[in-house]
C-alpha cells in the first residue's frame, strides 16, 4: 500500500522565522510527489517534482526531491501570517490511470 | 482554458437520506476525474477515479458510489447518508500534465 508521512503535524512559528516541512513516501511506481497549500477550501498548487536534486522556487517557497531518500522538503523563509494553512504533500503513482496519495498534512500558525 | 466547477459548496443531510455530488470540467476532453474525501484530522482519501466515460475505480468500500455519464462529469452518490460519511468531498481532474486541478469542494454534515 502506498503511504505518504509528513512531519510534523502541526507547527506554529513567529513571522520572519524559516520553516522546513518534511515529506516522505512509499509507492510503487513512483511518477512525481507534488506539494499543495490548503487554507479554508481546495488545496491550491504549488510544486511538482519528479527529478532528484533540482530545487524548485517560487518566491519564499521552494522544494527539493531526494529520490533516494524517498522524501523531499518544502522551505519557507521570512514567513508571513498569509503562510498559515495546511500544507499537503503527495506523491503521484499508478502505471495507467494516474493517481494521488496524500499525506496528513502539516498545520502551519505563523503569529505575529 | 480548463476550468472544474463543483456543486454544491455545503450541504447537511439527515443520515438516511440520498447523496448526489456533481463535477463537471470544462476546456479538456477525455480526462481523468477523480473523488477525493478529507475527514476532519485526516488526510485527503482517494474514493473513486475515472479514466473515460462509464469507466469507474473505486479505492475504498464503503456506501458510496460513482458515476460519469458523459466525458467531463463526474458524479458521487448515496443511498443512504451515514454519519461518517460526513466530510470534505472535492473532485479534480488530470490532462496530460501529472499534476491535479481541484474543484471548489463540498462540505458535507450529515446529521
Known sequence: EDKVVQSPLSLVVHEGDTVTLNCSYEVTNFRSLLWYKQEKK???????????????????????????????????????????????????????SYQLTFGKGTKLSVIP | SQTIHQWPATLVQPVGSPLSLECTVEGTSNPNLYWYRQAAGRGLQLLFYSVGIGQISSEVP???????????????????LLLSDSGFYLCAWTGRVYGYTFGSGTRLTVV
Not at chain 2, 62 to 80: E, G, M, T, W
Open chain 2, 62 to 80: 464503503q456506501n458510496l458510489s460513482a458515476s460519469r455519464p458523459q466525458d467531463r462529469q463526474f458524479i458521487l452518490s448515496s443511498k443512504k
Open chain 1, 42 to 96: 481546495a488545496p491550491t498548487f504549488l510544486f511538482m517534482l519528479t527529478s532528484s536534486g533540482i530545487e524548485k522556487k517560487s518566491g519564499r517557497l521552494s522544494s527539493i526531491l531526494d529520490k533516494k531518500e524517498l522524501s523531499s522538503i518544502l522551505n519557507i523563509t521570512a514567513t508571513q501570517t498569509g503562510d498559515s494553512a495546511i500544507y499537503l504533500c503527495a506523491v503521484g503513482s499508478g502505471a495507467g
